[in-house]
C-alpha cells in the first residue's frame, strides 16, 4: 500500500500521508509526529537550565574566581593536572585562572540563555558541547569507570541539539517564520 498516494485507479498525484514536516520521510502519525515534533523540549530545558546555573552558580560564588583557597579554580586546576587528558589545556588556564573561569562562567550562561531562547539554538548548542568536551578532557577524565564521569554524558546531550536546532518555541523559529513572510510579500 502506498503512503504518498492510492493504490490503482485514479491518481490525482502524490498525497502525504501526515502534515507533519519532519525530517523523516512516512514521518509518523497521531501522537506520535507530536511526540516527535516536541522531542528536543525536555533535553534543551534541562541543558538550558542546567548552564545558566553553572554559569550563575560560577559568578556569584566568591571562591571559585579567587587565585587561591578551597573552592578555587585554582585548586580545581591544580588538582586536575597530573590526571587531565589534555594537561595543556590546563596550564593554559593556569595562566590567569581568574580571566578562565570567568570566561567559563560567562560561556556557560550564553549557552544556557540561548538554548532557552532558542536563538542560534545550533550556535549555542555547539558552544555547550565545546564546553562539555573541554571540561571531560581536562576535569572528568579520571573518572573511573568512565561514566561515573557527567561532562561526557553533557557532550552527547549537546549533539542532538547541534544537528536539529531549536524548531519549536524558539526564537529561531520565529525569525525563520518573519523571513518566510517577507520573502513572500516580496515575490509572492
Not at 36 to 42: C, D, E, I, Q
Not at 83 to 92: F, G, P
Not at 130 to 145: A, E, G, K, M, R
Request: hydrophobic share 50%; charged share 15%.
Amino acid at each position: 500500500m502506498s503512503l504518498t498516494g492510492p493504490m490503482g485507479g485514479h491518481d490525482d498525484g502524490p498525497k502525504a500521508a501526515t502534515s507533519f514536516q519532519g525530517p523523516v520521510a512516512g514521518a509518523p502519525l497521531g501522537m506520535r509526529a507530536t511526540a516527535s515534533r516536541y522531542a528536543l523540549l525536555p533535553l534543551r530545558l534541562f541543558l538550558g537550565i542546567t548552564f545558566v546555573y553553572a554559569g550563575l552558580h560560577k559568578l556569584t560564588d566568591h571562591n571559585f574566581l579567587t587565585g587561591k583557597g578551597p573552592g578555587s579554580l585554582t585548586a580545581l586546576l591544580e588538582g586536575a593536572h597530573d590526571t587531565a587528558a589534555a594537561s595543556w589545556m590546563i596550564e593554559l588556564a593556569q595562566h590567569s585562572p581568574e580571566s578562565f573561569g570567568l570566561a567559563i562562567a560567562l560561556g556557560e550562561l550564553a549557552v544556557g540563555i540561548g538554548t532557552l531562547l532558542g536563538l542560534w539554538a545550533r550556535l549555542a548548542a555547539l558552544g555547550g558541547a565545546l564546553i562539555s568536551f573541554t571540561l571531560w578532557l581536562t576535569v572528568s577524565w579520571p573518572s573511573d569507570p568512565y561514566y561515573y564521569g557527567n561532562d561526557l554524558a553533557y557532550l552527547m546531550a549537546w549533539l542532538p541539539l547541534v544537528m536539529a536546532g531549536a524548531p519549536m518555541f524558539s526564537m529561531d523559529a520565529l525569525l525563520a517564520m518573519r523571513r518566510r513572510r517577507r520573502g513572500r510579500q516580496i515575490f509572492g
